[in-house]
T-cell receptor, first 113, second 111 residues
């Protein structure tokens, strides 16, 4: 299926565990992004990537690691999950340019207990 | 503080107009966006406006931009129950053209 897909859709994990959220897009978009959504904060950028093997920090990168070995995949890893990382995580992709639409995945709801 | 600000809640009666307001701080933003999020779903682009425009109309949607005051609004005419959702304004900036979002406005349409 064409588009951007995230997995899993829901995840419950324990404090201190490592967890990886997956993101896959089929358009070969150059840019990919990870946001977290929290009530009252909207979406905040965690990390982004301009191309394979190029990643950079966003507004709230602490506690997260990303990689991008292939253009179509952009996994987000929480190295040691904390309760404050309970959130809904959205992956997005876009082409470069001043007015290109960013396409969002369905989101992953992560609960850290 | 937030770079993009919105009020959190808005309720309107079905058939009335809804106006969702947003203020932003980055005067260099060239594009400003409105995204819609339905329950349990990702974000969908509703409309956008280029910074050298004052107004853009797209069917039931009207976007007004006051660049001097850094104020953006989204008007939805003849609001329907299917318009109930969270609406985010966003500005584009940075090296990756990343979006900076407001906190979102929860629009509730009452019958």
């Amino acid at each position: 299926d064409a588009g951007i897909t995230q997995s899993p859709r829901y995840k419950i994990t324990e404090t201190g565990r490592q967890v990886t959220l997956m993101c896959h897009q089929t358009w070969s978009h150059s840019y990919m992004f990870w946001y977290r959504q929290d009530l009252g904060h909207g979406l905040r950028l965690i990390y982004y990537s301009a191309a394979a093997d190029i990643t950079d920090k966003g507004e709230v990168p602490d506690g997260y690691v990303v990689s991008r070995s292939k253009t179509e995949n952009f996994p987000l890893t929480l190295e040691s999950a904390t309760r404050s990382q309970t959130s809904v995580y959205f992956c997005a992709s876009s082409e470069p340019g001043m007015n290109t639409e960013a396409f969002f995945g369905q989101g992953t709801r992560l609960t850290v207990v | 503080g937030e770079d993009v600000e919105q009020s959190l809640f808005l309720s309107v009666r079905e058939g009335d107009s809804s106006v969702i307001n947003c203020t932003y701080t980055d005067s260099s933003s060239t594009y400003l966006y409105w995204y819609k999020q339905e329950p349990g779903a990702g974000l969908q682009l509703l409309t956008y406006i280029f910074s050298n425009m004052d107004m853009k109309q797209d069917q039931r949607l009207t976007v007004l931009l006051n660049k001097k005051d850094k104020h953006l609004s989204l008007r939805i005419a003849d609001t329907q129950t299917g318009d109930s959702a969270i609406y985010f304004c966003a500005e584009m900036g940075g090296s990756a053209r990343q979006l900076t979002f407001g906190s979102g406005t929860q629009l509730t349409v009452l019958p």
